[in-house]
């Protein structure tokens, strides 16, 4: 049994792999208008195909990352790519903490998508923990106006599509994780993320200056290490330790927003997070306990 500093350790690697992704996903809200949302996506996804490529080398070989269900990498990919695109689009819309809430369920809509598809248990207090969290969410898009002008609540709606893509992305993670290695995934998936994303980004081009590309590439190695630091958390710890350390995403939501953008959250959407983040680890702590 893992002791109380490795506990620490576990805690503070998922940590830091928050606050780089509450970076990453705000970079359209950086930008301010003047890069569109698929060419930040394809100029970091090539970021990345060219860090993990360089650690493929690194390791040995291509050949001994090919993988036999290639498939499963593709449609990962679409459903990784599309929830980028959706949790970026809304965050340059709308404030960022209140996007990074709404992006914060997907760890719910996975214990449904568990329930559909890979048959999981689901007991009242999983159902209460669920509720609860999605009337967090409710909170938040009403303050967001998305249940009283269609194109009000619009990027609300987008960050509550981010949070259904990126749970079903999960799941996909989950399985393809018995057989394929990290290092085989993230390949695969800024891979193909590439050329899913070419059509789009060559629809919306803009001419941008060689620093704001040096940025955007520069998101690809930093989301690489946000997933290593992930990864290396979640090997440390049980998931009644680490799982609720990914609401974190909040609060680093709550201070970029603050610092960088001077954004003042409403009570509303106070509210909403902290009805969230309680259900999320109520959740995370049932599911450790069955």
């Known amino acids: 049994m893992p002791s109380s500093n490795k ?5 503070l690697w998922v940590l830091l792999s928050t606050a780089l992704f509450t970076v990453v996903f705000a970079a359209a809200k950086f930008a301010d208008g003047a890069i569109g949302t698929f060419q930040i996506l394809l100029l970091r996804y090539i970021g990345s195909f060219v860090t993990v490529s360089w650690l493929v080398v690194r390791s040995g070989s291509f050949n001994q990352y090919k993988s036999n269900v290639p498939f499963q990498h593709f449609l990962r990919a679409v459903f990784g790519c599309s929830a980028a695109a959706a949790i970026t689009w809304a965050t340059a819309h709308m404030p960022v ?4 809430a709404i992006g914060i369920l ?5 214990v449904l998508l568990g329930v559909l598809f890979l048959k999981g248990h689901v007991g009242i207090r999983h159902w209460l923990a669920i509720a609860i969290s999605l009337a967090g969410a409710g909170l938040i898009m009403a303050v967001q106006g998305a249940f009283q002008s269609h194109i009000a609540g619009l990027p609300a709606f987008v960050a509550l599509l981010s949070a259904f893509l990126m749970a079903s992305e999960g799941l ?6 018995q057989t394929e290695s990290a290092l085989s995934m993230m390949l695969y998936v800024s891979g193909f993320g590439i050329l899913l994303l070419s059509v789009p980004t060559m629809l919306e081009w803009r001419n941008i200056s060689a620093t704001l590309v040096v940025g955007c590439v520069a998101l690809g190695p930093l989301s690489v290490a946000a997933q290593y630091c992930t990864i290396r958390g979640y090997r440390i710890a049980p998931l009644s330790v680490v799982g609720p350390v990914d609401y974190s995403w909040l609060i680093f939501a709550m201070i970029l927003g603050f610092v960088v953008f001077g954004e003042h959250p409403s009570i509303g959407a106070i509210a909403g997070g902290i009805l969230i983040v309680s259900g999320g680890i109520l959740l995370s702590n049932t599911r450790a306990q069955q």
């Open 7 to 11: 506990y620490v350790e576990a805690i």
């Open 97 to 100: 903490a209140d996007a990074s």
């Open 106 to 110: 997907y760890g719910v809509i996975t």
């Open 172 to 177: 996909l993670i989950r399985t393809l994780s």
